[in-house]
């Protein structure tokens, strides 16, 4: 755990108020997120904290409970699973050029796609018919 409460390490922690046992997680745990948005001056957008008032407590609370977790979960294994893929996709592009000049064989500029393809035999054939 960081200074300030944060806690990116994924541990789950547990508040306990010391004078009558309480257990005060939920509390604390919000309060260091209402912090965060103070400080970055927006945590979430206004249309939600507009529902969030309008719907009160336990369609939220079911909500959270529910719902929420896993949607986060979700999104951030997707997303991790997308980046994965693209870095793959990029490497394929940063890497086609030369890939393509050692399964191609050396072109001249008057040949054409098709003629890359004959058989050694015909493509030949060709040029010796070729001016």
């Not at 407590?57 to 991790?80: C, D, P, S, W």
């Not at 699973?81 to 030369?98: H, I, M, Y």
């Amino acid at each position: 755990m960081k200074a300030g409460g944060k806690n990116s390490s994924g541990r789950q922690v547990s508040v306990i108020y010391a004078k009558t046992g309480e257990d005060v997680t939920a509390f604390i745990l919000s309060q260091i997120i209402v912090e965060e948005a103070k400080n970055h001056n927006i945590l979430l957008p206004v249309p939600f904290l507009h529902l969030v008032i309008r719907h009160g407590e336990k369609v939220l609370r079911e909500f959270f409970e529910k719902y929420l977790g896993l949607t986060i979960k979700n999104y951030l294994f997707y997303k991790a699973a997308f980046d994965e893929q693209f870095e793959r996709w990029l490497d394929v592009g940063k890497n086609f050029s030369t890939i393509a000049q050692k399964t191609l064989p050396a072109a001249t500029p008057r040949e054409s796609l098709f003629d890359l393809f004959l058989s050694p035999g015909k493509r030949d054939e060709k040029k010796d018919s070729q001016p």
